[in-house]
């Protein structure tokens, strides 16, 4: 009941804020924040306030204290949220600087924080990495103009990684029978597979049709994993290419957890990633079309303009490119978080406030 009012409550103070002030114009250089962008976030953070407060009022009037929000916030989370921050910015950056992928990649660090804090935890760290990526880095080549204004984004997916961390979608479920195996496995890869087969491999085929030289076929040069290698910072290239290297071990230890172990956990961790992409999408979307005109400065730009040019109007195409990007990156990003949970110390992991449901030792 808390979640449903405090959910509604900001949804409301959100719609009313944003239908109050007016339209947010664009700004006209694709390169600088749009002049509203900072009234624009500053009404979604007050939204998130007050559905906080929401939260917190109920809470009161039926236990008088605030354990569920206090206990999120003890000393291993606070040490643990600065570092959640840096990893979300230095990947979130590096591939949109590096990689030409219709991708994001900047929550690792706040899923990690939401699934072993819990969802206050792990809203405030997507909240403060968006902040610290635009304000705190701004002039450095880690500083992105863009990030502020998702924040109630980042926010978002922090509540709700902390939220299934608490049902116990991240615990590991071994030696699970193999008629239901099976069956997970085969909903999580009709899952995913329709989102690359539909949503990523036909876009990136009608971008790259047409082009100057291709004769209306794919060229390799617009399947390249990497932009430009010549404008890449070395600092970016780096940590793509080190991060590239472990997502491919990643994957590779999941599918061996999957058919060795029989671990039925990777596949709700993967249904778990693609609906909280979803979401996100729905929240996103209004913002990169309002705020941004569709051009946010990432990989997934190429996506909008293949929308546009096949009849899509501004506000259609950015949904449309939210609802291929989000869910692909999130569940990414949930599988990442999962294997990065089951190879740290079980001691060091239980300490955490929901770390006992993160690895399974209590039952949700």
Avoid at 8 to 36: H, I, M, R, Y
Avoid at 313 to 330: E, F, G, H, M, N
Wanted: charged share 10%; hydrophobic share 55%; proline share 6%.
């Amino acid at each position: 009941m808390r979640v449903v009012i405090a959910a509604t409550a900001t949804v409301v103070a959100a719609v009313v804020g944003v239908l109050a002030v007016g339209v947010f114009e664009p700004s006209p250089n694709p390169d600088q924040l749009p002049p509203g962008a900072n009234l624009f976030m500053f009404l979604l953070a007050a939204a998130l306030v007050v559905g906080f407060v929401a939260y917190a009022a109920i809470e009161w009037l039926q236990t008088r204290r605030f354990e569920s929000i206090t206990r999120q916030f003890d000393t291993r989370t606070i040490v643990l949220i600065p570092l959640a921050i840096a990893i979300n910015v230095v990947l979130g950056q590096t591939v949109a600087s590096a990689l030409k992928v219709p991708l994001y990649l900047d929550s690792i660090g706040t899923i990690l924080v939401g699934v072993l804090a819990g969802p206050f935890a792990g809203a405030a760290t997507g909240l403060l990495s968006n902040l610290a990526w635009t304000f705190l880095f701004a002039g450095t080549p880690f500083g992105s103009p863009f990030a502020w204004p998702f924040a109630i984004v980042a926010a978002e997916i922090g509540l709700l990684a902390g939220l299934f961390g608490y049902a116990g979608v991240f615990r590991s479920r071994p030696n699970t029978p193999p008629g239901k195996l099976l069956a997970g496995i085969v909903v999580a890869l009709v899952l995913l597979g329709a989102l690359v087969w539909y949503g990523i491999l036909p876009h990136y085929a009608k971008l790259c049709a047409g082009q100057p030289g291709s004769g209306g076929s794919v060229t390799s040069g617009c399947l390249d994993l990497f932009q430009p290698i010549g404008s890449i910072d070395p600092v970016f290239l780096v940590v793509a290419v080190a991060f590239l290297v472990l997502l491919a071990v990643t994957v590779i230890v999941l599918a061996v957890r999957l058919v060795a172990r029989r671990d039925l956990g990777v596949v709700y961790v993967t249904v778990a990633g693609a609906a909280c992409g979803v979401v996100s999408a729905l929240i996103a979307a209004p913002i990169a079309a309002y705020v941004f005109g569709g051009v946010t400065g990432s990989g997934t730009d190429f996506l909008v303009l293949v929308f546009q040019q096949a009849g899509s109007d501004l506000r259609t195409a950015v949904l449309q490119q939210s609802l291929i990007s989000d869910p692909i990156d999130k569940t990414i990003t949930f599988l990442v978080v999962y294997a990065l949970l089951r190879g740290a110390s079980r001691r060091v992991t239980v300490r955490f406030p929901q770390g006992e449901r993160a690895i399974g030792t209590v039952e949700a």
